[in-house]
């Protein structure tokens, strides 16, 4: 088995998905995986993939979101590591089964909710990504409001399982993001 590409996991998820919103998602959670691998002086285009194919069941089994994962993956040839790492980011949520133990399977995890929160204040901003500030940003956050269906909850779990500031991953999705802003339609 090799390593994931980003190549790879995109000609994969488009056998499983058709919905423009998802794909889009995928990307941003992807642009938000290599900043965090960025940090973690991980293998950025490997976090990235795993991160692109993190909803890989979600479009044909919405109501049962990380249940359908390895069936999906295991005939692809994908390693069981990046199979536990992407049903790590349904844990407590959708499943039990893979609670996150790796800093991928915890950034995982954690940017999954929050890219929504960036995206949504990207939306509302005529300069999109452009010069996103930090505090500007967490002030978004802090309004609960505001992206209403991104869960501030899953998203602190995330930051005290990381051991991070928030700040800090805030910003690693800032920047990923912004990275790939012409991908993310900004």
């Known amino acids: 088995?090799?390593?994931?590409?980003?190549?790879?996991?995109?000609?994969?998820?488009?056998?499983?998905t058709t919905e423009p919103h998802l794909f889009l998602h995928a990307a941003a959670v992807s642009a938000a995986m290599g900043a965090m691998a960025d940090h973690f002086g991980a293998d950025k285009e490997h976090w990235e993939a795993v991160g692109y194919l993190h909803d890989v069941d979600y479009e044909k089994?919405?109501?049962?979101?990380?249940?359908?994962?390895?069936?999906?993956?295991?005939?692809?040839?994908?390693d069981e590591e990046d199979i536990r790492a992407i049903l790590s980011?349904?844990?407590?949520?959708?499943?039990?089964?893979?609670?996150?133990?790796?800093?991928?399977?915890?950034?995982?995890?954690t940017v999954d909710e929050l890219t929504g929160i960036v995206q949504a204040y990207a939306l509302m901003r005529p300069e999109k990504m452009d010069g996103m500030a930090l505090k500007s940003l967490k002030k978004k956050f802090k309004d609960k409001r505001f992206a209403a269906k991104c869960s501030r909850d899953i998203i602190q779990r995330g930051f005290a399982?990381?051991?991070?500031?928030?700040?800090?991953?805030?910003?690693?999705?800032?920047?990923?993001?912004?990275?790939?802003?012409?991908?993310?339609?900004?």
């Open 1 to 16: 088995m090799s390593t994931l590409t980003l190549k790879r996991a995109k000609e994969i998820l488009a056998k499983h």
């Open 61 to 78: 089994y919405p109501d049962e979101h990380c249940h359908h994962v390895r069936e999906l993956l295991e005939p692809e040839g994908i």
């Open 89 to 109: 980011h349904g844990w407590g949520i959708t499943t039990d089964e893979a609670e996150p133990e790796t800093d991928m399977e915890k950034s995982l995890f």
């Open 161 to 186: 399982m990381l051991g991070m500031e928030p700040g800090e991953v805030m910003q690693c999705c800032i920047d990923g993001m912004t990275a790939h802003k012409e991908e993310l339609g900004f």
